[in-house]
């Protein structure tokens, strides 16, 4: 941050930082995204993961507080209907967690970032199986996480404008890169194997698209959009998608800004159905679909790319 501000800022600019909308395939820029489903039931639904044929839905809790400690955040599992299978499949009884967020799966196991640590449950047994806090005493926010090809984890901390690096196996944490205002949205290319990174900048103001390189050099986009970023996607067609939520003041309705790597934004896809708060979506590719959080609506809301 480029000054210091009050623990109760933090709070309230994060409250508003978890957004996203997703993505398409072989779209243009009128075209809409048709709603398929809308599953009811959720409380501050944050990020949605498909692990195989299984679905998991992050939930910050009651109340819309990224920062909250207050151990009433949870995990659910969701058929691919979109009903739900258990509202409270993660964490088991006996543990807690506060508000948890982005989530990836690695060797069995399922990841889930929680402000100021990351938590790793068993998917079989549900047992929590894994802790490992952030380094450092300065207040984190633990945004997103993507699994990498070695079985390793990077993680955003939209605090700390950073990136870290995670190895569930040894145990280890250190950072990867910094200098990325508002670090968010996490993506590793397929095919080129390059981290890229959505930021919702400076003090939320608005942030940029930036690329890690192997020395963990942070380096912003030169074509990249600018706006109040959060989820990061690779279409099927190869363009990415970035979610936008255009405030963080008030509740309107988020858009998907298409773009290359190396090219100009191509356009941008418009939901048939307002989400207030749409935050960390998953693309299903078999369905065809996009599964977006509407956090502010406490719901999940399915659609299909181009009607």
């Known amino acids: 941050m480029g000054r210091m501000i009050s623990r109760k800022m933090l709070r309230a600019t994060a409250a508003a930082i978890f957004v996203a909308t997703s993505t398409l395939t072989n779209a243009s820029a009128e075209e809409t995204a048709k709603v398929i489903t809308v599953i009811d039931g959720f409380q501050s639904p944050e990020s949605v993961l498909t692990v195989g044929d299984r679905r998991f839905v992050s939930n910050i809790g009651r109340a819309l507080d990224p920062m909250a400690k207050d151990g009433d955040g949870f995990i659910s599992e969701v058929f691919a209907d979109g009903k739900i299978v258990t509202l409270r499949a993660f964490p088991p009884a006996g543990e807690t967690l506060d508000a948890p967020k982005g989530m990836a799966a690695v ?30 005493e300065e207040p984190a926010l633990a945004n997103d996480l993507v699994a990498t090809a070695d079985g390793q984890l990077l993680l955003t901390d939209s605090l700390r404008n950073a990136v870290y690096r995670l190895d569930p196996k040894a145990g280890s944490i250190a950072e990867l890169a910094s200098g990325i205002p508002g670090a968010n949205g996490i993506i590793v290319e397929p095919q080129s194997g390059r981290v890229l990174v959505a930021g919702i ?16 050099k ?90």
């Open 107 to 136: 060797g069995g196991r399922l990841y889930v970032a929680d402000i100021d640590r990351v938590v790793g449950f068993d998917l079989t047994s549900g047992a929590r199986v894994f802790e490992q806090r952030l380094p450092g």
């Open 218 to 307: 942070a380096s912003r986009l030169e074509q990249s959009p600018h706006g109040l970023f959060d989820g990061l996607a690779t279409l099927p067609d190869g363009r990415l998608a970035v979610s936008d939520w255009k405030a963080v003041d008030r509740p309107v309705p988020g858009a998907l800004i298409l773009f290359l790597v190396d090219d100009a934004p191509t356009g941008e896809i418009r939901l048939e159905r307002d989400i207030h708060g749409p935050a960390d979506f998953t693309v299903d590719g078999a369905a065809g679909t996009l599964w977006i959080p509407a956090t502010r609506d406490n719901q999940v809301v399915i659609v299909r790319p181009g009607g």
């Open 201 to 216: 900048g400076k003090n939320f103001g608005g942030g940029d698209i930036f690329a890690i390189d192997e020395s963990g």
